[in-house]
């Protein structure tokens, strides 16, 4: 089902799409295993594909990467919280647990 979403048309002769289909089972079997409700795997996901991202198209360096995913997971667990989007679902245990994964 996850290579039919992210369109996957050569996952047989192309190694790009294969290492990205992996990539992407990997973290979302880790998200079933963590009982990740439905908005916090999406949540997870988004981060995966946003940390992809800024390997690939950015160029950022695995610590501006990290970086980048302090700045995303600020806030987590603050009830004056003014953030916006699915990381706000995340407990601070479930948080730590997600930096450890990646």
């Known amino acids: 089902k996850l290579e039919e979403f992210l369109d996957f048309k050569q996952l047989k002769t192309s190694l790009k799409e294969a290492i990205l289909l992996d990539y992407y089972t990997a973290g979302f079997w880790w998200a079933k295993e963590m009982d990740f409700n439905l908005i916090q795997?999406?949540?997870?996901?988004?981060?995966?594909?946003?940390?992809?991202?800024?390997?690939?198209n950015k160029h950022m360096t695995l610590g501006d990467?990290?970086?980048?995913?302090?700045?995303?997971?600020?806030?987590i667990g603050e009830?004056?919280?003014e953030r916006i989007?699915?990381?706000d679902s995340f407990s601070i245990e479930q948080a730590k647990a997600v930096i450890d994964y990646l």
């Open 41 to 56: 795997l999406s949540g997870f996901m988004d981060l995966l594909n946003f940390l992809l991202e800024n390997l690939s």
């Open 65 to 75: 990467n990290l970086k980048e995913l302090g700045k995303a997971m600020a806030g």
């Open 79 to 81: 009830t004056d919280s």
């Open 85 to 87: 989007g699915d990381l």
